[in-house]
């Protein structure tokens, strides 16, 4: 068979060599043979396969048998490694991505998650990573922080990366478009970002909606998998669809700022798994001034009555989070964590984004744009803070560690500061999904390298 091939192949080449010189001019023949005009010439015959058939055939052959053979090969090996390569295949797309204005590719990332083109983690998480906080399971400590998906469209998409929790907002009252743009400033070198976004937001009422439509679907799952989630767990499966945060914000213009938050309680909080008020957004005037001890026990003492005054069925209502800056002073931690524990606030997340400009950024022309800066650069500052907050608070209120997390030893750092969960943004934009089952398993080696069972035993290991 092979040798027909060949055969036919050579046979072919052979006749094409042949077609390659059908040139005889006729002009010149013309020119000595006046007396009898030459017939016309014949006309080519037909080719039913164009010249160039035998390499792009040869061409197409290889592809198809390539593809039927790495198909072949790909059906026999298991899911968890075809996962793998699925996340390990959104690196490619990474480079696409840093080309694009930055909140272009924010809106192509978001989109993509929404419609689910983005890969489903089908691995379970290491058991070391599950955890019980606030009476619910989280499969694994590593959460999505608030600003990339501000709209809740794509939760689902998000939380199938395998965070083990999505929060989205800032949330407004009113629908506002934020600042004018551009207003997010990449720094690669440095792994980081300058935003100063300012609470676009498409509103409460839009979100709610969307929340709605998805929330039937997220507590019936919930309900459906109840019975095989003990067993999961057990296994160190994942437990459940996943735990969703509900950030909230104040518009702009608003006068009153605790109006805004209990609106957006009323609102949204019977869709979340927790719910946060952003009080330290640095681009929003006069926002951050609400961490002051006087404001924020007046503030807080609201929105927990708006909280508590709705009605709520067994599980009770929703967590609630206040998210504070890495700009504050050692009293403003001091009042926070005093506020925090007499007002019994169930944790708090720290932290948002800087005013600093630490070294090396402020080397960076960009560093002159003015906003809050995340990422690698932010690390330090808020993670030193945290250490602080555990301590005052003494280990009483769960903490989420936020700021410059990239890797598994990140997050291993931010939990022996004090934090129960960690979150990300800037990281995972620039890393993309292939970060989050990466980080996972880093951070799980990191607990076993240092003997620990569980993450309860490692949180606050550094300030004891
Ligand atoms: C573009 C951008 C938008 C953000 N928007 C919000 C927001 O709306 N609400 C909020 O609480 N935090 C927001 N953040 C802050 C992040 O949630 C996070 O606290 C901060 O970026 C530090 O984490 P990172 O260093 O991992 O990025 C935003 C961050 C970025 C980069």
Redesign the pocket.
């Known amino acids: 068979m092979a040798t027909r091939v060949v055969l036919r192949l050579i046979k072919e080449a052979v006749s094409s060599n042949g077609r390659s010189k059908p040139n005889f001019d006729f002009a010149k023949r013309r020119r000595f043979c006046t007396s009898t005009p030459p017939p016309p010439p014949p006309p080519p015959p037909a080719r039913k396969i164009p010249y160039s058939s035998k390499k792009g055939r040869l061409f197409t052959g290889a592809t198809i048998a390539l593809l039927i053979g790495g198909g072949a090969y790909a059906s026999t090996v298991d899911e968890a490694t075809f996962c793998g390569w699925l996340f390990s295949a959104t690196k490619l797309v990474n480079p696409f991505f840093a080309f694009l204005d930055p909140e272009v590719a924010?809106r192509l990332a978001v989109s993509a998650a929404a419609r689910g083109w983005v890969p489903r983690e089908k691995r379970p998480d290491p058991s070391i990573l599950g955890q019980e906080v606030w009476g619910k399971r989280f499969s694994n400590p590593i959460g999505l922080?608030?600003?990339?998906d501000?709209n809740a469209e794509a939760v689902e998409g998000l939380l199938g990366l395998g965070f083990g929790f999505v929060?989205v907002?800032?949330v407004t009252p009113v629908p506002q478009e934020g600042n004018p743009k551009p207003r997010?400033f990449r720094l690669p070198k440095e792994g980081a970002?300058i935003?100063r976004?300012g609470?676009n937001s498409e509103g409460i009422v839009a979100v709610a909606k969307r929340l709605g439509a998805q929330h039937g679907k997220r507590k019936l799952e919930t309900s459906n998998t109840s019975s095989s989630t003990e067993d999961d767990v057990n296994h160190g499966g994942k437990a459940g669809p996943g735990i969703l945060g509900v950030?909230i914000?104040k518009n702009k213009t608003s006068e009153d700022a605790a109006a805004d938050y209990v609106q957006g309680v009323h609102t949204l909080s019977q869709y979340a798994d927790y719910l946060?008020i952003?009080i330290?957004?640095p681009n929003t005037p006069g926002l951050r001034q609400l961490q002051g001890r006087k404001q924020l026990k007046d503030l807080v003492k609201k929105v927990q009555a708006a909280r508590d005054e709705m009605q709520w069925g067994e599980e009770g209502p929703p967590p609630l989070l206040v998210?504070i800056a890495p700009d504050l002073s050692r009293q403003d931690l001091e009042d926070i964590a005093a506020v925090a524990l007499a007002l019994r606030l169930d944790g708090l997340?720290i932290?948002?984004?800087t005013v600093q400009r630490p070294d090396p950024v402020n080397k960076n022309p960009v560093a002159q744009e003015s906003g809050?800066l995340?990422?690698?650069p932010?690390?330090n500052l808020?993670t030193n803070i945290l250490k602080e907050m555990y301590i005052l608070t003494k280990g009483k209120i769960p903490l989420i560690g936020?700021?410059?997390?990239?890797s598994g030893e990140d997050a291993y750092e931010k939990i022996r500061a004090g934090a129960s969960l960690v979150?990300?943004?800037?990281?995972?934009?620039y890393g993309g999904p292939a970060l989050i089952p990466q980080m996972k398993a880093e951070l799980a080696q990191c607990l076993e390298r240092d003997g620990y069972n569980s993450i309860y035993e490692a949180v606050g290991a550094d300030c004891r």
């Open positions: 924010h922080s608030a600003g990339f501000k929060e907002g800032s997010i970002i935003n976004c609470f950030n914000g946060v952003n330290s957004s998210k997340i932290s948002n984004t809050g995340s990422g690698k932010l690390f808020s936020c700021g410059g997390i990239g979150q990300l943004y800037t990281a995972f934009a």
